[in-house]
């Protein structure tokens, strides 16, 4: 991943990269890129963090607003043998000093917005690293790209296969994120060198134009970023912000053929599907990774696309672990409710050669037969080497080989697993996410639909509208048939909790609403 870039401009990868803005580490680089100039920008932070301070095998933490230079950045850092850690700039300053002291980081690259925002909660994020470097600079005590430019970019550092590579966080939803450690045979042989195969239908072309909305501090886009550069579409167009408005003229302007997306920012531009000449028109492959998606927004995406035979493709993984299963989605398979279940919590067979699955029963771990709900199990040469600071938390979630998702679901005889919810959440004859899909299909007025769990009680609907309210009439209508809940609690979407990824945190929503955390799930997993 240290030489990616330079190794692409050598074969002279014509690949056009267009953002929706700036680079942070080249703001005055403007929005349009070759594949030498990101190799150039990747030499170039490889100098500066070296001239920081940052030697092989030290740790270099980067947090900043979302953009793809997150990746540019880590690549850099593994230039010159130093191991990137990449944090989102939406964790409180609390989970930011949290997670820094376990770094022990040598270098922190941030800028002055988070620093302050981590201020402002009591937090010193200058105070966890030997250097601070800030992209845009005016902070007492810390060094700033244009002072350490200049400094050559040593030699490119060799390491070991199985030695820590790259360093992310988990979502957080339940409580301070998981440092994971990757490594160059878990994250690029097991994950990057299968999904860089040119499958008929669902594989990357040449002449694509390949869309990606994501939060850049996750380990899905640095496994990305090495497919993506080797398979070398015709244009990547980088989008770093979920506001559709904004993200509108750049889709118009190079309408994409494939686009990957996070759940909540497919959920955010669904708007731009109805609008005249919508800038999905051209898609034929959209690809949903992290969180559940609901049918109507997968719908609303097929019939956008003006292809005959759109294809959705939905991954269910995790940050430890990399995709388990895929799913495909078609305009035929999302018709409609199928015997009151939703199609969508299918989440399809494991990835062949790659991935085993095993439903067992929680309290004894063994095998339940096929049909009945239990704790997923998986079994990858993916599975990330440990959690930085926690190892005793990783090894309790290990039996033998098999690794504990934290998921509740149903093996099927067909060997497709069907997700109920996870063990934190998870009530007995009832799904929440399942329940959510429903209540998403009767209520088209909703954006998105969280059912919170609760011991003792019948669970807690939450309805995330434009405008923060809802037609009390149309309840009574949606719930016809569904398990008891109570009343639904109406709330806009920026007032709802969400991690980096847009997940609701739906512990922080909970105790938001209810005043506790008290969930029905052990947690034991999580």
């Not at 043998?81 to 690259?109: C, F, N, T």
């Not at 920012?265 to 669904?270: A, K, Q």
């Amino acid at each position: 991943m240290g030489v990616l870039f330079d190794e692409c401009a050598a074969r002279r990868t014509g690949t056009r990269v267009h953002l929706d803005r700036p680079f942070d580490i080249a703001p005055d680089g403007g929005t349009e890129h070759g594949v030498d100039d990101l190799a150039r920008l990747v030499r170039d932070a490889a100098g500066w963090l070296a001239g920081a301070g940052a030697a092989p095998g030290e740790r270099v933490a980067v947090v900043k607003d979302n953009h793809w230079d997150y990746d540019l950045l880590a690549c850099a850092a593994v230039r010159i043998g130093a191991v990137p850690a990449q944090l989102s700039a939406h964790l409180s300053g609390e989970a930011l000093a949290a997670l820094l002291k376990r770094l022990d980081a040598a270098v922190v690259v941030t800028t002055s917005g988070v620093l302050d925002r981590a201020a402002a909660e009591g937090v010193d994020l200058r105070a966890f690293a030997r250097t601070t470097v800030v992209l845009d600079g005016g902070v007492p005590g810390a060094q700033t790209p244009a002072e350490l430019r200049g400094h050559p970019a040593p030699s490119p550092h060799r390491r070991g296969r199985d030695a820590p590579l790259v360093i992310n966080h988990t979502s957080g939803t339940t409580g301070i994120p998981k440092l994971v450690v990757h490594s160059t045979a878990t994250l690029v042989g097991a994950l990057a060198r299968f999904e860089a195969t040119r499958l008929p239908k669902i594989g990357i072309r040449r002449d694509d134009v390949l869309a990606n909305a994501n939060a850049y501090a996750h380990g899905r886009t640095f496994c990305w970023t090495a497919v993506v550069l080797s398979m070398a579409p015709r244009d990547l167009v980088v989008l770093s912000d979920d506001d559709p408005d904004r993200a509108d003229p750049l889709l118009r302007q190079h309408p994409p053929t494939y686009l990957e997306a996070l759940p909540a920012t497919f959920v955010r531009y669904r708007t731009l599907t109805t609008r005249l000449d919508n800038p999905f028109r051209r898609v034929r492959v959209f690809l949903s990774t992290y969180d559940a998606m609901h049918p109507p927004t997968i719908r609303a995406y097929l019939r956008a696309s003006a292809r005959r035979s759109p294809v959705w493709m939905q991954g269910w993984g995790q940050t430890e672990t990399g995709p388990l299963t895929f799913r495909f989605h078609t305009r035929r398979s999302l018709a409609g409710e199928r015997r009151g279940r939703s199609s969508a919590r299918d989440l399809g067979r494991p990835v062949p050669f790659k991935t085993r699955l095993r439903v067992v029963d929680p309290e004894t771990f063994a095998p339940v037969r096929r049909g009945r709900p239990g704790l997923v199990l998986a079994r990858t040469a993916a599975l990330c080497l440990d959690y930085l600071g926690e190892s005793e938390r990783w090894a309790a979630k290990r039996t033998g080989p098999w690794w504990s998702t934290g998921d509740i679901g149903v093996r099927r005889r067909d060997g497709a697993v069907h997700l109920l919810d996870r063990e934190v959440d998870s009530v007995p004859g009832l799904s929440c996410l399942e329940t959510e899909d429903l209540l998403e299909d009767r209520l088209p007025q909703v954006q998105e639909c969280v059912v919170l769990a609760r011991p003792g009680a019948d669970p807690l609907p939450v309805l995330i509208t434009e405008d923060g309210g809802f037609p009390e009439q149309a309840w009574a209508r949606a719930t016809r048939g569904l398990p008891a809940m109570q009343e639904p609690v109406v709330r806009s979407w920026d007032a709802v909790p969400r991690t980096g990824t847009g997940k609701v945190r739906r512990l922080a929503l909970l105790e938001q609403l209810t005043g506790s955390t008290e969930v029905p799930g052990t947690g034991r997993w999580t």
